[in-house]
């Protein structure tokens, strides 16, 4: 009688612990991975690497604005650096 239940509970356990594995494929589009910055074609524009910074910096957006003076003072600076290079 004993071996009967044992082998009962066995089976139930084994019946219970049997479980169909699901594989889940979730559609994601292969995307072109760079191992440096140098590597892209798609650089940012120098509102959009202002805005980016501001951002980042403060955590709160940048007003027009205070941006269109950010991106005149980064071209303006970049302009200057450039000269300097140019003397030297």
């Known amino acids: 009688m004993k071996k009967f239940i044992f082998s ?3 089976l139930a356990v ?3 612990s049997c479980k169909k ?3 889940y494929i979730y559609d994601v589009g292969s995307e072109v991975v760079y191992e440096s910055s140098a590597e892209k074609d ?3 524009s120098s509102s959009q690497f202002v805005s ?3 951002s980042n910096l403060f955590r709160t957006s940048v007003s027009q604005q205070e ?3 950010l991106t005149e003072l980064r071209q ?4 200057i650096k450039v000269k300097a290079q140019s003397l030297f």
């Open 8 to 10: 009962i509970i066995f």
């Open 14 to 16: 084994l019946a219970m």
């Open 21 to 23: 594995e699901y594989r």
């Open 42 to 44: 798609k650089q940012k």
């Open 52 to 54: 980016i910074l501001y």
């Open 67 to 69: 941006l269109n003076e």
């Open 76 to 79: 303006s600076l970049s302009a």
